[in-house]
């Protein structure tokens, strides 16, 4: 099993910028990308951006040029980086991976894991 805790969300005016953390732990080995996603007050959740082991990335195109998505060194820790803040960014803001392992059996268990969401809201 893969835990997944957010941090750094908030209140931040139009143009402003914030940094999100998502904290991994249990089964860090069997992740093969993180990602964050966003879900705004009546639509679906979309992703926002992506990182892979090799630290291929990828964007919405909503946020191309606003926001990094960047992990630490032992990639247990993704952040993301966003500049340049804009209302429609409001949101609730989800840590998400994509995890793989075998169970004792050898049984092959693909998987998604989700953190609980932080709030960020983009107004003066």
């Known amino acids: 099993q893969v835990q997944l805790r957010e941090s750094g969300g908030g209140l931040v005016q139009p143009g402003g910028s914030l940094r999100l953390s998502c904290a991994a732990s249990?089964?860090?080995?069997?992740?093969?990308?993180m990602s964050w996603f966003r879900q705004a007050y009546g639509r679906e959740r979309e992703l926002v951006a992506d990182?892979?082991?090799?630290?291929?990335?990828k964007y919405a195109d909503s946020v191309k040029g606003r926001f990094t998505i960047s992990r630490d060194n032992a990639g247990d820790t993704v952040y993301l980086q966003m500049t340049t803040l804009k209302s429609e960014d409001t949101a609730i803001y989800y840590c998400?991976?994509?995890?793989?392992?075998?169970?004792?059996?050898?049984?092959?268990?693909?998987?998604?894991?989700w953190g609980q969401g932080t709030q960020v809201t983009v107004s003066a």
């Open positions: 249990g089964r860090t080995s069997s992740i093969n990308s």
């Open positions: 998400s991976a994509d995890v793989l392992y075998w169970t004792d059996d050898g049984t092959p268990v693909a998987m998604r894991a």
């Open positions: 990182i892979t082991k090799s630290d291929n990335t």
